[in-house]
Nanobody
Framework: QVQLVESGGGLVQPGGSLRLSCAAS????????MGWYRQAPGKQRELGGN???????NYADSVKGRFTISRDNAKNTVNLQMNSLKPGDKDVYYC???????????WGQGTQVTVSS
């Protein structure tokens, strides 16, 4: 069992930056693909980006060049640095952990990001 707790959401002006953090409890953190998803009201949750244990990342086209995912396997944390934020980035952001070679996956409770002047 893995528990994920996100932090760092809030209100930011267009063009600004926010850093989201996700702390994971449980064992074998390095065996999990960690991801950040986003969801707007009434829409499906969609991938923002993910990162494997070695640090290789993958991003949705909508955030490439603006968002950066990093992880610290020793501290069981994954971060999402969001720069050049746009009003369209206003979503609830969820941390996700998916254990490799299995169907096991876990979600955090979500953190709201609002981009507005």
């Amino acid at each position: 069992q893995v528990q994920l707790v996100e932090s760092g959401g809030g209100l930011v002006q267009p063009g600004g930056s926010l850093r989201l953090s996700c702390a994971a409890s449980g064992r074998d953190f390095s065996l999990y693909l960690m991801g950040w998803y986003r969801q707007a009201p009434g829409k499906q949750r969609e991938l923002g980006g993910n990162i494997i244990s070695s640090g290789i990342t993958n991003y949705a086209d909508s955030v490439k060049g603006r968002f950066t995912i990093s992880r610290d396997n020793a501290k069981n944390t994954v971060n999402l640095q969001m720069n050049s934020l746009k009003p369209g980035d206003k979503d609830v952001y969820y941390c996700n952990a998916r254990r490799i070679l299995t169907t096991l996956k876990y979600w955090g409770q979500g953190t709201q990001v609002t981009v507005s002047s």
